[in-house]
């Protein structure tokens, strides 16, 4: 299973940002996808799901209204939108495939003036 993925950057507080990752090496229409992030100092979390039928969840509910996770079966990739950037959404992200137990090598997103 192989994860890459892309799309982060250098941000300014309240901008946007998508990251993508695209996947291979199993049936992807058939598996849930994640998304971490894990910021300097603290431990990797999990924050964003969507089951192979494209039901997405977004914890904690504060955050359901700035990160959108999608899925395009289509062309194996998994998104993730975020919007109104805030500083301490600095972190490396990460995609993973809970039922492989994979994870993408990370991308940094930095958001800061």
């Known amino acids: 299973v192989q994860l890459v993925e892309s799309g982060g950057g250098l941000v300014q507080p309240g901008g946007s940002l998508r990251l993508s990752c695209q996947i291979s090496?199993?049936?992807?229409?058939?598996?849930?996808l994640s998304w971490a992030r894990q910021a300097p100092g603290k431990e990797r979390e999990l924050f964003a799901e969507?089951?192979?039928?494209?039901?997405?969840?977004i914890f904690p509910d504060s955050e359901k209204g700035r990160f959108t996770i999608s899925r395009d079966n289509a062309k194996n990739t998994v998104y993730l939108q975020m919007n109104r950037l805030k500083p301490e959404d600095t972190a490396v992200y990460f995609c993973?495939?809970?039922?492989?137990?994979?994870w993408g090598q990370g991308i940094q997103v930095t958001v800061s003036t």
């Open positions: 969507i089951t192979s039928t494209g039901r997405s969840t």
């Open positions: 993973f495939v809970p039922a492989y137990a994979s």
């Open positions: 090496g199993f049936t992807f229409n058939d598996y849930d």
